[in-house]
């Protein structure tokens, strides 16, 4: 069946440092996939996605790139801040155009210091 | 848009009574919605699907008739914990995907429930 593996956290860095969370996948067909943040006391936020091979998503700073080669959907920011702190989920969804369904991550918790 | 509401946003309830939830698209039309179990410190598991007008659709190992789920409509979905029990304690997310055909969900900011 279809899964996403991503780094076990927590992983606590210091502001301004560069970010990577390493996010895999296995699935059949081809996935659109999703990076989704959980601040403290909140639900999900899509933080961003991409539907196919070599598709970038951005938004706030985030980036990470579809790679199907790799199976892989890696999380990355310049330079983090202590606003980031959160818990970061990479899903995907294997089931094509109206298919909702989300396979996630088990998580990685971001704490950004001063 | 595509915001997505729950309400309560935390319950605490006595062991033996049933709670409900309910989970809103306030600015869109979603034909499914997903009811996920979040426990500390993990994952997401997804409990439960419901589609509008239809039984909702269990991962296996949930119980049916323990967590009953309601879609009545294209904007509102309900969960209830039957009977809830101190391991029912958990923090439960809804989900809905809008009727565009779009593969994207929007989540709820989630229920905190305790059961004592």
């Known amino acids: 069946g279809d899964s996403v593996t991503q780094m076990e956290g927590p992983v606590t860095l210091s502001e301004e440092a560069f970010l990577t969370i390493n996010c895999t996948y296995t699935a059949t067909g081809y996935p659109s996939l999703f990076w989704y943040v959980q601040y403290p006391g909140e639900g999900l936020q899509l933080l961003l996605k991409a539907t196919k091979a070599d598709d970038k998503g951005s938004n706030k700073g985030f980036e990470a790139t579809y790679r199907k080669e790799t199976t892989s959907f890696h999380l990355e920011k310049g330079s983090v801040q202590v606003s980031d702190s959160a818990v970061y989920f990479c899903a995907l969804s294997a089931g094509g155009a109206g298919s909702y369904q989300l396979t996630f991550g088990k998580g990685t918790k971001l704490s950004v210091i001063p | 848009g595509a915001v997505v509401s729950q309400h309560p946003s935390w319950v605490i309830c006595k062991s033996g009574t049933s709670v409900k939830i309910e989970c809103r698209s306030l600015d869109f039309q979603a034909t499914t919605m997903f009811w996920y179990r979040q426990f500390p410190k993990q994952s997401l598991m997804l409990m439960a699907t419901s589609n509008e007008g239809s039984k909702a659709t269990y991962e296996q190992g949930v119980e049916k008739d323990k967590f009953l789920i309601n879609h009545a409509s294209l904007t509102l979905s309900t969960l209830t914990v039957t009977s809830a029990h101190p391991e029912d304690s958990s923090f439960y997310i809804c989900?809905?995907?809008?009727?565009?055909?779009?593969?994207?969900?929007?989540f709820g900011p989630g229920t905190r429930l305790t059961v004592t």
């Open positions: 989900s809905a995907g809008a009727t565009s055909g779009s593969s994207e969900q929007y």
